[in-house]
């Protein structure tokens, strides 16, 4: 039985004659159908030839395909079927698409899994399902070819049709399906020669409207919330406060007498609360008492006074920090400058926010397994309940589910553990759902950071060393599995993301992460690292052009030298007039990218344009610009959808939302205390999205990085004063006003 400590190892090679039957894994979960309602039942309704994992055709032409990926919002449902249905020359308003199984047949090829994070669903997956697509059209043709007794070279394809242009003759894909038979093993295809070029694009570089969107609207679309099964009980649960922690007693016996309350079971990090409905044990859960133990050591956290030792280590060598990445010798460059500015950033816990609360559908019976779950990653769901209920995953059934808000969040698995559990605790199925308040206490957050920057200056202004320190607690272990840090050499990727310059021409950069003990929950959040990595590198720019007496734009523009960055940088500068004069408002800038090298990262330059409230100290964002380059933009309106949303996103986090620990204990509870940009307050957004490679590149996450910097750097524009405390609350920025 495989755990999660090796949860980036489970993937096996699959076969060709494996890919083609899907293989025997298909049976672990439910296909959800997510195409139209009159599509779906006019393909159920035909015969299906089924050619390989992901394509399947009905004798009336209809084409299902199934997603490997799940749908939480960012357009993946669309995205992928758009790559087979490019190679496979589908007429698209034939396409069915669904849910596919969890099997090891569409594990991502980076994970080894069925895993969303990172933005790197698409990435990851173009070149397989590209394959599958141009296969199974090289099959159709030629079982064309046979027919006709022509040879397939003869032939090409039109939308769903294979074509014989020297007799005229034509047979549809659904004809085909009637009489082809997919061979043992799939063509031996040549990436390089057999796969469409841009310029043969039909599907992919057109705006499409989501698959997904007609279910959500008319109220069809299944979430993790909606599951229902006849006879279960409602469970919500109240967990340890702080990291590692658990139960030491409770008034367990009391709240089983309370109405509505079947059973209260203990756990070895929380008490659950059942019941046969959801109000009886929220009702009871309120007045559970339990008596915690202490988890690591160290975890009374206080989030202002140990911020303020952040900075201290940040300033300090009092311990080795461990590099991330280096170009030339920062230390020696800074050492003979002409001059060298320092500042600090500092950045808070925050809270994903997602609008369904984490939850689970689990029916338990015997040493099996069946739930109903929206998760980012459906095979560590079935491998971390299989090790909590002490049997095998192939006997754990994930029945995918659309998911109300990730990003991180739901890469996560322990409530389905938790309603596995209490479903084979009580020996019924059980529907466990958070409340907000729990969901919030026991949450999983971005780390608290301070970070320090010294760029060295020869005398005309010239950046000649760079050093950023980055100090917070590491996200690895507590994501993955304890050890995975160490593993890594102590390089914590997640952490650490965006903390480089990969466009900026620095000959002399060093980033290093000063690891904290680790005491809460930190965990990937959307954007990662980057959501306060960038912040401060791009707040240094901008301050770097101050002290130089630059034009913020001027000085990016002298350091970008890739093509592809300074049309961004130039794009978004057009869209927003910078330079312009502007009554009670002014203009900031961020330039970031997200990925993993400059070869395939994702780049995008915004502009905002703000006001200050200076007797109140709210800032208002009226406007926001940003030009984006994701490579080949394989949807543009979906893309800049995406964007528009990780704009918000990073809005949100950097004017308003903020965790706050006392003793380690989350002190927010709900939306009133924890609050989150509304749409009173949404600027108007304009995104342009340019393409410029063969192959996708990142996006969900990359219009987060940028959002910060760039309000932070209007608001200094705008008043002289600079933020450099994440998030730039009314509170703050009446302090620096006044300073």
């Not at 025997?24 to 089924?50: F, H």
């Not at 010798?329 to 500015?341: L, Q, R, S």
């Not at 950046?463 to 996200?475: A, D, M, Q, S």
């Not at 001027?554 to 910078?578: D, G, N, T, Y």
């Amino acid at each position: 039985m495989k755990t999660r400590e090796n949860l980036e190892l489970i993937g096996i090679h699959v076969s060709r004659r494996e890919f083609l039957g899907a293989g025997a894994g298909l049976g672990v979960a439910i296909t959800l159908g997510l195409g139209g309602a009159a599509a779906t039942r006019e393909a159920n309704a035909q015969e299906r030839r089924t050619f390989n994992a992901y394509i399947s055709i009905a004798t009336n032409g209809a084409i299902t395909i199934q997603c490997p990926a799940p749908e939480m919002g960012q357009g993946i449902m669309t995205t992928l079927p758009m790559v087979v249905a490019e190679e496979l020359d589908a007429d698209w308003n034939r396409v069915v698409v669904e849910q596919s199984p969890i099997a090891a047949v569409y594990a991502h090829p980076i994970f080894k899994a069925q895993y969303v994070v990172a933005s790197l669903s698409t990435f990851g997956y173009w070149t397989p399902l590209r394959m599958a697509g141009a296969q199974t059209r090289r099959v159709l043709m030629d079982a064309a070819a046979e027919r006709w007794k022509v040879p397939v070279a003869s032939l090409s394809t039109e939308p769903s049709v294979v074509v014989h242009a020297a007799s005229g003759r034509k047979l549809s894909y659904g004809e085909i399906a009637a009489f082809a038979k997919p061979p043992a093993q799939m063509p031996n295809l040549d990436p390089g020669k057999d796969l469409k070029s841009p310029k043969q694009y039909r599907i992919l570089g057109k705006s499409t409207r989501r698959v997904d969107v007609a279910a959500k609207v008319n109220g069809r679309a299944k979430f993790g919330i909606d599951a229902a099964l006849p006879g279960m009980l409602y469970a919500t649960l109240a967990r340890s406060p702080v990291r590692d922690g658990g139960p030491l007693s409770s008034n367990a016996d009391a709240v089983k007498k309370l109405p509505g309350v079947t059973d209260v079971v203990t756990l070895g990090h929380g008490v659950a609360v059942v019941g046969s409905s959801f109000p009886a044990v929220v009702k009871a859960r309120r007045q559970l008492k339990v008596v915690w133990r202490d988890g690591l050591p160290g975890d009374g956290l206080y989030s202002d006074i140990d911020l303020q030792d952040y900075v201290e280590h940040a300033r300090q060598d009092l311990r080795s920090a461990q590099d991330f990445r280096s170009t030339g010798d920062a230390a020696k460059a800074i050492a003979g400058a002409a001059k060298v500015v320092s500042r600090e950033y500092l950045a808070d816990h925050v809270y994903h926010a997602q609008m369904e609360p984490m939850n689970t559908t689990a029916d338990v019976r015997g040493d099996s397994a069946e739930l109903w779950v929206g998760t980012q990653a459906p095979t560590r769901t079935a491998l971390d309940v299989a090790t909590a209920l002490k049997t095998s995953a192939d006997k754990v059934k994930v029945n995918q589910q659309y998911l109300g808000g990730g990003y991180g969040r739901r890469a996560t698995v322990e409530a389905s553990v938790d309603a596995a559990l209490i479903s084979k605790a009580v020996g019924k199925p059980v529907k466990f759902l958070l409340t907000r308040e729990d969901d919030l206490a026991a949450g999983t957050f971005r780390p608290m950071t301070a970070q320090k920057i010294d760029v060295g200056l020869d005398r005309d202004g010239k950046i000649l060393g760079w050093k950023h320190r980055v100090v917070g607690e590491p996200v690895s272990d507590f994501v993955y599995a304890p050890g995975r840090n160490k593993a890594a050499g102590n390089r914590d990727l997640i952490f650490m993301s965006g903390a480089e310059l990969p466009f900026y021409k620095v000959d002399h950069h060093l980033s290093e992460h000063l690891m904290e003990k680790e005491r809460t929950r930190t965990a990937a959040y959307r954007g990662i690292g980057s959501g306060y990595t960038k912040f401060a590198i791009e707040s240094m720019i901008d301050e770097i052009a101050h002290e130089t007496r630059q034009d913020p734009l001027a000085l990016r523009l002298s350091l970008i030298q890739a093509p592809r960055a300074r049309r961004l940088v130039q794009k978004v500068a057009e869209m927003s007039k910078w330079g312009t004069k502007r009554e009670g408002t002014a203009l900031g800038m961020s330039f970031t990218e997200y990925g993993p090298n400059i070869k395939i990262a994702s780049m995008i330059a915004s502009v905002a344009e703000v006001s200050v409230d200076r007797k109140t100290g709210k800032i208002r964002v009226h406007n926001y610009w940003s030009a984006v380059d994701v490579g080949l933009a394989i949807n543009p309106d979906g893309i800049a959808a995406q964007i528009e949303g990780a704009i918000v996103w990073g809005l949100s986090c950097s004017l308003k939302e903020r965790v706050s620990m006392v003793k380690g204990v989350v002190q927010q509870s709900n939306f009133h205390d924890y609050q989150v940009l509304r749409m009173s307050e949404t600027p108007a957004i304009q995104v342009e999205v340019l393409s410029s490679t063969p192959t996708p590149t990142m996006v969900g996450e990359l219009g987060v990085p940028g959002a910060g910097p760039a309000v932070a750097n209007a608001v200094f524009a705008l008043t002289g004063k600079r933020l450099r405390h994440l998030p730039m609350t009314p509170q703050r920025v009446l302090v620096a006003l006044a300073a």
